[in-house]
């Protein structure tokens, strides 16, 4: 049986990624003694801010019928899956799913752990886009994969200058 999702839950599980990567990129500035690299990770994470917010007006503004599953799930089995996927998803903010920055890391080190981040959400926000309607704001996901992958680019070319 195939598993399929309303908008509802995707912008839940985008909103909790976008959430975990603000935080993320919070601690990774906090990890750091360079004050270019402390803004720059503040500033992404108030960019991962501003997608989280984003995902929060679309799940507003769906319609009754958006919200309906089209899967039956009388267990909610479907919404527990897609916590597992956001959990597992290796999302910005993670290197996997329990590790935490230790303060250990080499500033190179965390811009790895964070393009691998960005690489992952935006071929994870490239699938979910598909299960978005028209009506549902599949251009603001699109908008969202423009700017993570802009992120990625913006991380690399840091990670390239150290």
């Known amino acids: 049986m195939a598993i399929t999702f309303?908008?509802?839950?995707?912008?839940e599980m985008a909103e909790q990624?976008?959430?975990r990567a603000a935080v993320f990129y919070r601690e990774a500035a906090?990890?750091?003694?360079?004050?270019?690299v402390q803004k720059l990770f503040n500033d992404l994470a108030v960019m991962e801010d501003g997608h989280c917010q984003i995902f929060q007006e679309m799940r507003k503004s769906l319609s009754p019928e958006d919200k309906d599953s089209a899967t039956f799930d009388p267990n909610n089995?479907?919404?527990l899956y897609l916590?597992?996927?956001a959990d597992s998803h290796g999302t910005e903010g993670k290197k996997g799913r329990e590790v935490k920055l230790t303060g250990?890391?080499?500033?190179?080190?965390?811009?790895?752990?964070?393009i691998t981040a960005e690489k992952d959400s935006v071929?994870?926000?490239?699938a979910i886009k598909e299960m978005v309607k028209l009506t549902a704001g599949r251009d603001k996901v699109e908008a969202i994969i423009v700017e993570e992958m802009g992120h990625l680019a913006i991380l690399k070319h840091q990670l390239m200058s150290l």
């Open 30 to 36: 906090g990890k750091t003694a360079d004050a270019k």
């Open 17 to 19: 990624i976008e959430r």
């Open 77 to 79: 089995e479907a919404i």
């Open 6 to 11: 309303n908008a509802d839950e995707i912008f």
């Open 83 to 85: 916590q597992a996927m």
């Open 104 to 114: 250990k890391e080499s500033v190179k080190e965390i811009f790895e752990i964070a």
């Open 123 to 126: 071929v994870f926000y490239t």
